[in-house]
């Protein structure tokens, strides 16, 4: 699934060609994605697609009555082509704009979404239960601690909820905590708030320069044999389970957490030991 840079990496791409212009047709070839394409997508014809904003893994395409929604979902992909481009299998929904340019998507899996916001109004309540932007000021140094509380589940799994902070997916989620020496599975009310605070400028970092190296693909955005995927980037160790750890040279370990991939550096993150709560001493009953 594409994940938080990949969304804002599209965004970039595609708002130079369309953001300003006037829609002169809305294209619905099927319907049936993760959720129905509703009807009230075609009423931005006519209206001007003023800017593309990103929440989360969404793109949020707003107009004046309202904001269409896109989301890729696992297989999704979206294109700036020129209009007499022919179409190609999974090609679902176009937006066609008055200078000839046209916005594809195309989703072989169907589990994206095109959805309608009439007044930008969150109908389905999509986005309002989401954590902070991990760019923005909303994600500051406490937060992650204040979250985390006494909860006792693993740290991979707390960064990857939404609720916590949205876009920290699996493959940025396996580097920050190998760059932070933090191991998977620790459980979070064993972090200390100055370790949540260290997590924190690296999530911001990593996402970061995973979205300054994604710049070098935004040409793809305009190619319409451009693949869905992830952009090449160099990673410490997501996808490298059994190669050797950059720093330490140790055989790099995977685990599965969640139905995801954890690949961890046994040597730079070690699992911290929880000892065992000593029993209180029985006391004897007084002999009578």
């Keep these: 699934m594409p994940e938080l840079p990949e969304v804002e990496v599209c965004r ?5 060609h369309i953001a300003g212009q006037k829609v002169a047709d809305v294209v619905v070839r099927n319907a049936k994605l993760r959720w129905p394409i509703p009807d009230e997508v075609h009423s931005v014809v006519g209206k001007t697609l003023e800017k593309i904003e990103r929440r989360s893994k969404y793109l949020l395409l707003r107009f004046s009555n309202g904001t269409l929604l896109l989301h890729l979902g696992m297989s999704g992909s979206v294109r700036i082509l020129e209009q007499d481009t022919p179409d190609i299998k999974h090609d679902h929904f176009e937006m066609l704009f008055d200078n000839g340019k046209m916005l594809r998507l195309n989703d072989p ?5 095109v959805l309608w916001f009439p007044e930008h109004q969150d109908l389905q309540g999509l986005l309002t239960k989401l954590g902070p ?12 601690f204040t979250k985390a509380g006494n909860r006792k589940v693993p740290i991979k799994t707390f960064l990857m909820d939404n609720h916590v902070v949205v876009g920290v997916g699996n493959i940025y989620a396996n580097e920050a905590l190998f760059i932070a020496s933090i191991h998977p599975a620790t459980l979070v009310n064993s972090i200390s708030e100055e370790k949540f605070n260290e997590l924190t400028d690296i999530i911001k970092q990593v996402l970061a320069a995973a979205i300054e190296q ?3 693909t935004l040409k793809d955005f305009t190619q319409a044999d451009g693949k869905p995927g992830y952009f090449a ?20 370990e995977e685990i599965r957490q969640s139905n995801r991939s ?7 993150q070690v699992m911290p030991v929880v000892k065992p709560k000593k029993k209180s001493p029985t006391k004897k009953a007084p002999k009578k």
């Design 262 to 268: 954890s690949v961890f550096c046994p040597q730079c």
């Design 133 to 144: 932007e991990p760019l923005t000021d909303d994600f500051a140094y406490g937060h992650l």
């Design 233 to 252: 980037q160099k990673l410490f160790v997501y996808g490298r389970a059994g190669e050797k750890c950059d720093g330490c040279q140790s055989v790099l």
């Design 12 to 16: 970039l791409g595609i708002t130079p």
């Design 109 to 113: 899996r169907r589990f994206g979404a």
């Design 214 to 216: 994604g710049g070098t």
